[in-house]
């Protein structure tokens, strides 16, 4: 079943940069260039919402991961091509015993980062909390030997979900991030999805 993502507001027309290059290991000078293209989503960066439990999501795949000692899992739930688009979303569950006395839980300050700061179109200027994203995630074909970064908006700004340092998951709790890329080429039917903190989900059926 098509699930629209949780961090949905509104039906946005935005302008989305998504970077298609060589999948690591080949060389960069046959990376084909940056395509902008002007498509329908229905992503937005909210906050992620904490829920006691993702059991309303399908889960494709899951692995068990540790944030400094506290147990979690990462679960994808969906990898689809829609509107022009794909969109991915997972989850974190915070596995670790409410009796530990870490109340506070797994503060998300740049979990699922990439690391870099991007900067602000034709400036120099770093797009503002650009470390609070998860833009880390990305797509890898490996028919087509290419690999896939989040998109952007004409601002800069990653079109996924923004998860601040303001944010905790909780013992038992879980939260969901979306992240939108450029759509897959109609006969790729599976791809690689690169999560940080999970590595590689392999092989994963494309929805669409």
Do not use: H
């Amino acid at each position: 079943m098509r699930r629209t993502s949780l961090t949905v507001v509104a039906l946005l027309t935005v302008l989305l940069t998504a970077t298609g290059c060589t999948v690591p290991g080949t060389s960069p000078s046959t990376a084909p260039p940056s395509a902008t293209e002007s498509a329908t989503t229905v992503a937005a960066t909210e906050q992620p919402t904490e829920s006691p439990s993702a059991e309303a999501l399908p889960v494709l795949a899951s692995k068990s991961v540790n944030f400094s000692e506290i147990p979690a899992t990462i679960m994808l739930n969906q990898v689809i091509v829609l509107d022009g688009v794909t969109s991915i979303t997972w989850t974190l569950r915070n596995d670790d015993d409410p009796t530990t006395g870490r109340r506070l839980g797994i503060q998300m300050t740049g979990q699922f980062s990439d690391g870099q700061y991007a900067t602000l179109p034709g400036s120099n200027r770093k797009v503002p909390d650009d470390g609070f994203y998860v833009d880390g995630a990305y797509l890898l074909d490996t028919v087509n030997k290419l690999r896939y970064l989040p998109a952007r908006d004409s601002e800069g700004r990653c079109v996924c979900t923004y998860a601040p340092s303001s944010v905790f998951v909780r013992p038992g709790m879980s939260q969901s991030f979306d992240a939108v890329f450029k759509a897959l080429p109609d006969g790729v039917t599976t791809v690689d999805v690169v999560i940080p903190r999970a590595g590689t989900f392999r092989g994963v059926q494309v929805q669409r």
